[in-house]
């Protein structure tokens, strides 16, 4: 791994040793000498040939993705991606499906058990072709989802929709999945055939996110997607210190620069990113872009009526995500993600508040910015900080 700085490691018993991490919470951006107007700065990111005004992928959950609320992510300048394995792809009209959550949630959670229960419903390739010409007849770039283990069978329905960009996206994604029964994916073979571009994830580490890059993809998905629902902790042992693993996916993706002579492979962040502050951090780390899904729950426009779950809430045999009590509406999607705001707890104007803080901090474009300085240290989020 060249350039790669030694292992902070502990000793956690005789002969037993981990590695260090640390979440988006434990760094902080420090300010440089210059400072710069906010008119001046510049959020936008480009994956391929698609430029977006906001470094936004959404998360491919119902709970905030419906081909409408795709398109007003579109029209805002970000990119929503939608779930082939979701509601919209199993139900001609999910309206009903999406009122018994609501009704089930009163003042509470919708019980898990009803999720696996509307999630039994088989997909409709038909439907999958359907929502994704809905969403580019708006003009907007249409992504989708699909699991690694259900790639082959639902991606022909998805391109042959002309979707722009494809995204596999698991927990854990690897580009060498061993299997002794029937044949895995190669996701090098698979998207050397494409004509699409792929986003694919989630890595966890410098390594997988290097192989991940190897296989061709566009970009890579960096965390397991855990929230404050997440219980992949609980329930698998498994978690993600945000800040380490974004930081070890922008080490491969020099080193692959450096390796290919130039291709240029984009790392996106999906983890606890609830707030506007956890937003420029993940990109101060290193990050092109961001995939969030809870806080845009509380967009007027949210299909899930404020209830948020995760697409692996609704597994049918182990899941790893709870649902949430119904939030009332913050504002509407786009004062969500460009204001203006009416409360100081981050979770509205997010994309306008990572303006300010690269203006704060005297950077021009998302590129420079990941060049910041990070400390680690001081109070946490909500206190006087550094």
Same mark, same amino acid.
């Given at each position: 791994m060249s350039g790669m700085p030694a292992r902070? /490691?502990?000793e956690i018993g005789l002969n037993r040793f981990a590695r260090r991490g640390y979440d988006l919470d434990e760094v902080s951006i420090v300010p440089s000498r210059r400072t710069r107007d906010v008119d001046d700065v510049s959020t936008a990111w480009q994956i391929?040939? +698609?430029? +977006?005004?906001?470094?936004?992928?959404?998360?491919?959950?119902?709970? #905030?993705?419906?081909?409408?609320?795709? !398109?007003?992510?579109?029209?805002?300048g970000g990119l929503a991606v939608l779930n082939a394995e979701g509601l919209w792809t199993r139900y001609d009209d999910p309206v009903p499906v999406y009122r018994r959550l609501r009704e089930?949630?009163?003042?509470?959670?919708?019980?898990?058990?009803?999720?696996?229960?509307?999630?039994?419903?088989?997909?409709?390739p038909d439907l999958i072709t359907a929502r994704v010409k809905e969403i580019g007849a708006a003009g907007v770039t249409t992504a989708v989802r699909v699991s690694p283990q259900h790639t082959p069978q639902l991606a022909p329905a998805v391109l042959a929709a002309g979707v722009?960009?494809?995204? !596999?996206?698991?927990?854990?994604v690897s580009a060498e999945h061993v299997t002794t029964s029937g044949d895995a994916l190669?996701?090098?073979? +698979? !998207?050397?055939?494409?004509?699409?571009?792929?986003?694919?994830?989630g890595a966890a580490n410098y390594q997988t996110a290097l192989h991940l890059m190897r296989t061709g993809a566009a970009g890579?998905?960096?965390? #397991?997607g855990a929230d404050s629902f997440s219980t992949s902790d609980a329930v698998m042992g498994i978690r993600v210190p945000l800040a380490s693993a974004i930081a070890d996916a922008a080490a491969a993706r020099r080193d692959y620069l450096d390796? /290919?002579?130039?291709?240029?492979?984009?790392?996106?962040?999906?983890?606890?990113?609830? /707030?506007?502050?956890?937003?420029?951090?993940?990109?101060?780390?290193?990050?092109?872009?961001v995939q969030i899904g809870e806080p845009l729950r509380a967009a007027a426009e949210a299909p899930g009526g404020g209830i948020w779950w995760d697409s692996v809430a609704a597994h049918p045999r182990l899941p790893r995500g709870g649902t949430s009590a119904p939030v009332s509406p913050a504002g509407t999607l786009q004062q969500v993600?460009?204001?203006?705001?009416?409360?100081?707890?981050?979770?509205?104007n997010l994309f306008g508040a990572l303006a300010r803080t690269m203006a704060k901090t005297g950077y021009r474009d998302l590129k420079e910015f990941q060049r910041v300085d990070l400390v680690v240290g001081g109070e946490s989020p909500g206190g006087q900080g550094l």
């Open positions: 902070d /490691t502990v391929d040939a +698609f430029r +977006f005004d906001l470094p936004l992928v959404t998360s491919p959950s119902d709970a #905030v993705v419906s081909p409408a609320t795709a !398109i007003a992510v579109g029209q805002a089930a949630a009163g003042d509470g959670a919708p019980p898990v058990a009803l999720l696996q229960e509307v999630y039994c419903e088989p997909v409709k722009d960009l494809l995204v !596999i996206q698991g927990t854990i190669n996701l090098k073979e +698979f !998207i050397a055939d494409l004509d699409v571009p792929v986003i694919v994830g890579v998905v960096v965390g #397991v390796e /290919t002579g130039g291709r240029y492979v984009h790392v996106v962040a999906n983890g606890r990113i609830e /707030t506007s502050g956890a937003i420029a951090r993940a990109l101060a780390c290193g990050a092109d872009a993600l460009l204001g203006p705001a009416e409360t100081a707890d981050g979770r509205t």
